[in-house]
């Protein structure tokens, strides 16, 4: 006797390759962050991000939000933050974070609240 199984086949679904600076600011929003959008507030590498950036406070933790178009450019973006973190001989790995086209670099080391609040919030359209 043969099993038949049906099959099913799902196309479209799936996270999408690149996050939306828009949607995850509002998502920072209605979890509490306060975002701020101005550029005056921007430090060099995210004003030089091709696909936008903000700043977040996120409970009593800070970080500015680079969006690059592709994954390539958000390599970039980390390698200068990288960069920037070493001479100031600051600890990359708590406070540097590159997930697809958004980095993450942190004020001082966040909170676990404060990490996953922003982190979370890294959405596609």
Known sequence: MWLLLPVLVVTGCGPSST????????????HGGRVANAAKGLDTI????NASAFRVRA??????????RTS????????AYARALKVAGEPTKYLLYRNR????????????DSRETVIDCLVSR
């Open 19 to 30: 996050f939306s600076r828009d949607t995850s600011a509002g998502c920072m929003r209605l």
């Open 46 to 49: 995210a004003r030089g991000a």
């Open 59 to 68: 409970g009593t933790d800070a970080a500015t939000v680079a969006f690059a």
């Open 72 to 79: 390539q450019d958000a390599e970039s973006l980390e390698a």
């Open 101 to 112: 086209n958004a980095v993450v670099i942190w004020a001082h080391v966040p909170g676990d």
